[in-house]
């Protein structure tokens, strides 16, 4: 398959620069993947279609102020660094703009020196291995020095970065948001609870990936970029059960359904607790072991996220369902309006 086959026509007036007011407030696009069939609701509606015995399963990970800009020693020229993955021993992988000035060796600081990265080497991607050196906590310093890593396509500041997060988010690590998750609010997901609907919890660390687009023409070609998941015992079980019982699995987001999917592939459907690294690719052609459903955004163009939902409902059902997105100006992206595939 060609990278093309995955194109659409978007307005860049479509993407959406602010969250809105209220986190429940967006549009529901839903997509009936057998029929192809749509229906334009609102976001408050995705009860009406999980029903009780059914299960959401969501990416609890937290963003961590991610974006650090400072300056090269001995140059003084002005560096950002977006953290990307924890490696141990105070290393990360990282991008750095602009790359063609960090080489293996050079040292950045950020906060006149309260933190210092060196550069270890250059990755396949074109990423940095850079190992920091402080005093004190490193998770303190990157509160009081970094910033929030919204998405290129974003220009506008976000005035609240909470609202870059879930209500649910736990445990931090990720370089950017499960952005289907950002609809929901406390109080939505309780009532989701009473209806019946029960939760489980993954945690995906979401990194290079969400920033590296295709490169390759023939999507096959293409390597994804690993990323840390892990899913306890609890949560597998809540899962399982549903299966059991003949109800319906709903990933909210990809990173929820790449997590599940990786697991589930290694024992025929079945969930078990475990944690690793995964850079499961989805594309049409490929058969789910565990989703029945999924609720997201909408997607960048020739995205491996729109090859996923694709795999999902079909190349057509999804083009022809963006087209209709556009027609009737829902909002793209990650700030943007909602997706339900059932």
Known sequence: MNVNDFDFTL??????QNPLQDRTGSRLL????ETGQTEHRQFTDLKKY??????????????????????????????????LKALGDDRWETLVRPGKRIKPGARIQFGDGLLVGECLEETKVGGRIMRFTYEGIF?????RLGEMPLPPYIKEQLEDSERYQTVYAKHRGSAA???????????????????GV??????????????????ADVIEEHEMHSEFYRLDEENARIINETKERGGRVIAVGTTSCRTLETI?????????????????????????????GL??????????????????????NILRAYEEAVQQEYRFFSFGDAMLII
């Open 11 to 16: 307005p860049e007036s479509l993407i959406a």
């Open 50 to 83: 999980i029903k009780a015995g059914d299960t959401l399963v969501l990416n609890d990970t937290r963003v961590v102020p991610a974006r650090l800009f400072g300056v090269k020693e001995g140059t003084g020229a002005h560096i950002e660094v977006l953290l």
């Open 30 to 33: 839903v997509l009936h993947k």
């Open 139 to 143: 998770n303190e310093l990157l509160d």
């Open 264 to 292: 589930g592939q290694k024992y025929g459907g079945e969930l078990r607790a475990e944690e690793g690294w995964t850079d499961i690719f989805i594309y049409p052609g490929y058969t789910f072991s565990v989703i029945d």
């Open 295 to 316: 609720q997201t955004n909408f997607h960048l163009p020739k995205s491996t996220l729109v090859m996923l939902v694709s795999a999902l409902a079909g190349r057509e």
């Open 177 to 195: 948001a499960p952005t289907a998750g950002l609809h929901f609010t406390a109080e939505y997901l309780e009532e989701l609870k009473a209806n």
């Open 198 to 215: 029960n939760l489980a919890f993954i945690t995906l660390h979401v990194g290079l990936g969400t920033f590296r687009p295709v490169a």
